[in-house]
Nanobody
Framework: VQLQASGGGLVQAGGSLRLSCAAS????????MGWFRQAPGKEREFVAG????????RYVDSVKGRFTISRDNAENTVYLQMNSLKPEDTAVYYC?????????????????WGQGTLVTVSS
């Protein structure tokens, strides 16, 4: 699976962005998909995950109620809708795929990674 993330940019605090991650391969619909982020000087952290059907999702506490992960298996794409953005959301955002049925937050459990897209939130 090859992943291509896009949609990052510069936004003011309180604004919104939608990230997209396009995947190649016919088995996209069988993968758990996740979004991670890495701020300067910090470790890469789990942000959100979604199971193959889209019925189950998981979020890190800091984004609950503000971010929404979704997927379109017909388009081989996963999205991250980010609302009410804060300066502390500034990071490079990565999409990742896991060949399993379960959503996990550990980055080492994800098999495939996209190249990252930068999100900058100004105060």
């Amino acid at each position: 699976v090859q992943l291509q993330a896009s949609g990052g940019g510069l936004v003011q605090a309180g604004g919104s962005l939608r990230l997209s991650c396009a995947a190649s391969g016919r088995t996209f619909s069988t993968y758990v998909m996740g979004w991670f982020r890495q701020a300067p000087g910090k470790e890469r952290e789990f942000v959100a995950g979604i199971d193959w059907s889209g019925a189950s999702t998981r979020y890190v506490d800091s984004v609950k109620g503000r971010f929404t992960i979704s997927r379109d298996n017909a388009e081989n794409t996963v999205y991250l809708q980010m609302n009410s953005l804060k300066p502390e959301d500034t990071a490079v955002y990565y999409c990742a795929a896991r060949s399993s049925s379960y959503i996990v937050s550990s980055r080492i459990e994800y098999n495939y990674w996209g190249q990252g897209t930068l999100v900058t939130v100004s105060s």
